[in-house]
C-alpha cells in the first residue's frame, strides 16, 4: 500500500534544498528588512537627486531663453547704434555750417542758404527722434559723469561749482542708452 501524505503540497517541497535561490536565504536573514529598506533609501535618494537635476537643467533652460529673447529685443533696440552715431558728426557739421555764415540779413543768398541747412538740420533731429535717439539736456544741469565729460574747468562766480558753463560738443542716448557723452566745461569754485 502506499503512504498518503495528508499535509499541504508547496511548489518549492518538490524542489533541492538549493534551488530555492539566494533570495530564500537573504529573507531568511534577519538583517534582510534593512538592507532591502537600506536599497530602498538609497535608490529613493538618487531618484530625488534625478529630479532634482531635472528641475535645475529645466530652469538653466528657461533662464537662457530668457536671455536670448531679451538679448535679441535689445539687438533689434539698438541695432543702428552705430549708423547713429555716424550720424552725429553730420548733424555737428550742419549746426558748424550755420554758426559760420554770416549774421542774417546781410545777403538774401546766405539767408536761402541759412534756411536750407537748417531745414536739412532740423528733418535730421525728426528722424533721430523717430528712432528714439535724443540730445542730452547741458543747460543749467549739474555735471552727470554718466552723460556728460568734462573738458576743462574754468572759474566761475555766475555757476555753482560743479555745474555746466558750457556745452562744447552736444551728447545723444539712444532710448536709455549712451549714444555719446556731451563734451562740457564746468565752473569750479574761483
Known amino acids: 500500500m502506499t503512504e498518503v501524505n495528508d499535509a499541504p503540497q508547496s511548489p518549492f517541497d518538490d524542489l533541492p534544498e538549493d534551488a530555492a535561490g539566494p533570495d530564500a ?11 532591502l529598506l537600506a536599497a ?24 537662457t531663453r530668457r536671455r536670448l529673447e531679451r ?53 535730421l533731429i525728426a528722424i533721430f527722434g523717430r528712432y528714439g535717439v535724443t540730445r542730452i539736456e547741458t543747460e543749467g544741469q549739474k555735471l ?15 555757476h555753482e561749482p560743479g555745474s555746466i558753463v558750457a556745452e562744447l560738443q552736444a551728447g545723444y542716448v539712444i532710448k536709455d542708452r549712451l549714444l555719446r557723452p556731451a563734451l562740457v566745461s564746468v565752473a569750479k569754485a574761483s
Open 71 to 123: 538679448d535679441k529685443a535689445d539687438t533689434a533696440a539698438y541695432a543702428m547704434t552705430g549708423f547713429a552715431r555716424d550720424l552725429l558728426a553730420v548733424a555737428d557739421n550742419m549746426r558748424r555750417a550755420v554758426a559760420a555764415l554770416p549774421a542774417a540779413g546781410e545777403s538774401a543768398a546766405v539767408d536761402l542758404v541759412r534756411a536750407g541747412i537748417e531745414a536739412t538740420e532740423r528733418e
Open 25 to 35: 536565504e537573504a529573507i531568511a536573514e534577519p538583517n534582510a528588512e534593512a538592507a
Open 144 to 158: 552727470d559723469p554718466n552723460r556728460h565729460q568734462a573738458m576743462l574747468e574754468v572759474p566761475s562766480d555766475a
Open 40 to 63: 530602498l533609501d538609497a535608490r529613493d535618494a538618487e531618484i530625488t537627486d534625478l529630479k532634482d537635476r531635472v528641475l535645475r537643467a529645466a530652469a538653466e533652460t528657461e533662464n
